[in-house]
């Protein structure tokens, strides 16, 4: 496997700006992993054929003279969510296929103004929608720790490019954990940023008030340096906070020092006892807070009666939201129109090229918004989960009144089989369990790697929650534990998953 | 509360979403949307009327930009994605049926 691929885009962006490697030669080397290893993985739904002309423009602004931040000519996996004028955007939907889009997300747009490099579109659940990537209407995303099994959803592409190698960085999107969730049973790194504190602009929206686009890789530091290129106010976002935004690549290096976690308060939520979670996440779960007790910390019993309220409220304001949303898909303006035999009316049409057009989990959720949000049904249904919204909100108040951060496992289980949940809607949900608070509430999440379930050896994460604006605060305490468990292991987590067939070792 | 997902309120719901449903898709979702809805009822349990509803994680107010003519698609770029176009204008088939 070329040593290119494993460096992180840290390093890789030191070398880069040394001379030592160019960016065509970077880009090249990605684009080789992922011609080995993607037709197993899938991670990609598209793979950039402009990627190498970018990396060229970079490489000679750059011998002119041009100077650029600490990850220009590193290349990037995006999500499909995202819109990009260079490539197709389908969101995971047949009803978008081949969709070009006249303008760049914004996080896009400043990811090229950064010189980073577009190397693909990454699989999703389709519109977003999932704990698996099955819902894709392009075919399921393998793990590449296990390709009988899910690499998360809804942003499995984009963790599994990152775990295989195919990618350095990649962009996310977050609605109930569809950035954390993926990250911990791959073995990654992910962030969902504080609500607003990343441009929305361009992220086909799946939940308006829920939906939060960050970035997916393989360490903390990453992760900082693509945040610090992603965020900020942009004006084409009315749900954008304007305001100034301290470095997150500056607060993962502080962190990585260990200092940070000497007298820091870690709570731990009573209501998410072990017994709630598989035995090795569990397991892995307290081995990261004995760790990080031994740097110091202090780990402090909290109470959030209201978060087994959360998966309720948000399969009510989620489905509300998305069923407006996916409103704009109705062979119009864009998109897949089929036209029924004999003289059929403009509501036909659209009725006829959404049945075809949405997937099975789509259509399940845009009816049941539509039963949410109907007469009679309003106040009971989602006018009550917007006050649960509310009521979780006081609970991390409260909770935050008495601990620096609070630390949960990121999700119940490991990666499960392909096709084992697909059948059974509820336990597909209950997957986002310990994510979806965050986003109810709008304070930002970290899932970093723990480390292997001893039952069935697969990745496990640990999430950190911080109140809102405070995702500085998670990249210290990320980069701290991350690199303390590093210490413990040796080596980082990914060097223990299997070696892909097809990888030029 | 008691879901009452019924075949016909899915069909109804199908109507307003505009989407055709198959006999199968409706019997389908109608199991399904019963257990969904079974469970996530219980949000009444707690949301009592002394609980002010929240719609939106960080509140903003009065968020405007400067009334200056932005940057703007050109009608080319608006229909490059069309479905069908003519004129410079989006084209549907008609808007009403025979018997409207």
Same mark, same amino acid.
């Given at each position: ?174 609605? $109930? ?9 791959? $073995? ?30 393989? +360490? ?47 709570? #731990? ?75 059929? +009316? ?160 | ?44 349990? #707690? ?54």
């Amino acid at each position: 496997m070329s040593d290119i691929i494993r460096l992180t885009a840290a390093e890789l962006g030191e070398k880069l700006a040394a001379g030592e490697i160019s960016s065509v030669e970077a880009t090249q080397a990605h684009l080789d992993r992922i011609a080995a290893v993607d037709g197993d993985v899938h991670a990609f739904l598209h793979v950039n054929e402009h990627a190498l002309d970018a990396a060229r423009e970079i490489d000679a602004r750059r011998a002119a003279g041009e100077q650029f931040g600490p990850i220009a000519g590193v290349p990037l996996a995006i999500k499909d969510v995202l819109v990009t004028t260079d490539q197709p955007s389908t969101s995971g939907s047949k009803i978008l296929e081949g969709y070009m889009s006249p303008f760049d997300a914004t996080v896009v747009a400043r990811s090229r103004a950064a010189g980073l490099i577009a190397l693909g579109k990454t699989n999703m659940d389709e519109f977003a929608m999932g704990s698996s990537t099955e819902h894709s209407a392009y075919g399921p995303t393998r793990n590449p720790w296990d390709f009988d099994r899910i690499p998360g959803g809804s942003g499995g592409g984009s963790a599994a490019a990152v775990a295989a190698f195919e990618a350095p960085l990649a962009l996310g999107s977050d609605t $109930g954990g569809s950035i954390r969730q993926p990250a911990h049973v791959t $073995g990654t790194v992910g962030i969902k940023p504080t609500y607003g504190g990343v441009s929305r602009y361009g992220a086909i929206a799946l939940a308006s008030s829920l939906d939060q686009v960050g970035p997916v890789t393989r +360490t903390v530091l990453d992760a900082g340096l693509l945040h610090d290129v992603i965020g900020g106010h942009d004006p084409k976002d009315s749900t954008s906070l304007d305001e100034q935004w301290p470095s997150f690549a500056a607060a993962a290096r502080e962190g990585a020092s260990g200092q940070v976690l000497k007298g820091l308060k870690v709570g #731990v939520i009573k209501e998410l006892p072990d017994s709630g979670f598989q035995t090795g996440v569990a397991a892995s779960f307290r081995e990261s807070l004995a760790l990080m007790e031994a740097q110091g910390a202090e780990i402090v019993e909290i109470s959030a009666p209201h978060f087994e309220y959360g998966v309720a409220a948000y399969y009510l304001i989620l489905p509300a939201e998305a069923s407006s949303n996916l409103a704009k898909f109705d062979s119009v303006r864009f998109g897949l129109r089929v036209t029924p035999d004999g003289t059929p +009316t403009v509501e036909d049409v659209m009725s006829a090229t959404r049945e075809a057009g949405f997937g099975p989990e789509v259509k399940r959720r845009i009816i049941l918004g539509t039963y949410a949000l109907s007469a009679g049904y309003y106040d009971a249904y989602y006018g009550s989960a917007q006050k649960v919204r509310t009521l979780i909100q006081r609970d991390f108040d409260a909770a935050f009144a008495q601990v620096d951060v609070i630390a949960t496992p990121s999700a119940p289980t490991t990666a499960f089989k392909i096709g084992e949940k697909i059948d059974d809607p509820l336990q597909m949900y209950l997957n986002d369990l310990t994510t979806i608070p965050a986003n109810l509430a709008g304070v930002p999440g970290i899932s970093i790697p723990s480390g292997l379930a001893a039952e069935d050896g697969l990745p496990v994460g640990i999430q950190f929650l911080a109140p809102a604006r405070e995702d500085a605060r998670l990249y210290r305490v990320g980069a701290a534990l991350e690199a303390a468990l590093v210490d413990s292991w040796g080596a980082p987590l990914l060097d223990r998953a299997p070696v892909l067939e097809g990888g030029n070792r | 509360m008691v879901s009452e997902i019924t075949p016909d309120l899915v069909r109804h719901l199908g109507v307003l979403a505009r989407i055709k449903l198959t006999d199968d898709e409706v019997s389908q979702l109608t199991g399904q949307l019963d257990a969904i809805v079974d469970n996530i009822a219980k949000v009444s349990e #707690v949301a009592t009327p002394d609980v002010a509803a929240t719609s939106h994680p960080i509140p903003l107010s009065n968020v405007f930009r400067p009334d200056e003519v932005g940057q703007t698609l050109t009608p080319e770029q608006v229909l490059q994605n069309a479905p069908d176009a003519a004129d410079g204008r989006f084209r549907v088939t008609a808007i009403l049926g025979e018997e409207q």
